[in-house]
DNA sequence: AACACGACCTGGTAGC
DNA sequence: TGCTACCAGGTCGTGT
């Protein structure tokens, strides 16, 4: 489910909640990762950060608790005695009786223990944080120019943006009025304008809408926070033009765009 | 460089 | 109701 804007969502209510805290007791409930419990007992948690969709704790000794949520996922404080999910894969308790919980129903999702040179290696094949400074039209036109894929594809593509799902890329190329096939060293530049807008302007409400939805439930449904275009509407009408909205395959993964407004 | 496809996992839902 | 098939917000590895 996670994109960058309900990655950063969990992110800022982890450092709310468990930055401060020290892990007295880690159990990790699947067998490759068993091997974690000893060496993070008694860390401190000192900072929650993230990366594209990569979620970083901190933790005192120098190391850094990868957590990547991948299709489902949720990483959250639980308060003493609150009962864990069926679907929990890892939880961590604190030495304030509460539990750090990996909620992670399909099993998909990663938790590491790395050090920051690790880390700094692994990080470097993640491109552009897309809510960032240094995010440019400039810097998207450079990097457009550089690639033939399509548009979509770009958008997903982790090593160029770090952040943008199947979601959010959608919506971002439907508020751009670009065609998802669209070979990105194609768009001119008032498409690649219009390109960086539309990203940062999805991302940033998204976050907002993500923050607020999941500061009240703990969770996260960006399909109920986000006021979709296109994304899952196959068939129904763009709210633009009325255009019937469109599936097709890009990489083996679904991408809905309005044959109307993206050209 | 780009695509195709399978693998990793589980749960929800549409259709029979 | 109960079964099956397919679908899902992500990423990696392999092969073409």
Redesign the pocket.
Known sequence: ???LP?VEAVCRKLRADAVGSTIVNARML?R?NRRLEDRLRSREITAVKRR???LLLHLSGELVLRV?????GNLYVLAAGQARP??TRAYFELNDARTLVFDN????G?IELLTPAEWEA?AA?LGMEPLSEEFTVEWLAAAAA?????AK??L?N??HL????????AEALHRARIHP?K???RLRRPKLEALHAAVVRVLRDAVKS?CNAYAGAGR??????FPVAV??REGRPCPVCGRLVR?I??????TYYCPGCQR
């Open positions: 489910m996670p994109e309900e699947r490759r594209g969709k990569n990547h949520l991948r299709m489902s069926a679907t129903p399909r099993a998909l990663i692994a094949s550089r690639s033939r894929q399509p594809c770009f997903l982790q090593s770090a952040g943008l799902g199947n979601i959010y890329s096939a070979p990105m060293n993500a996260y449904n960006s399909l109920e926070i994304y899952g599936r395959l890009q990489a083996g993964r679904a």
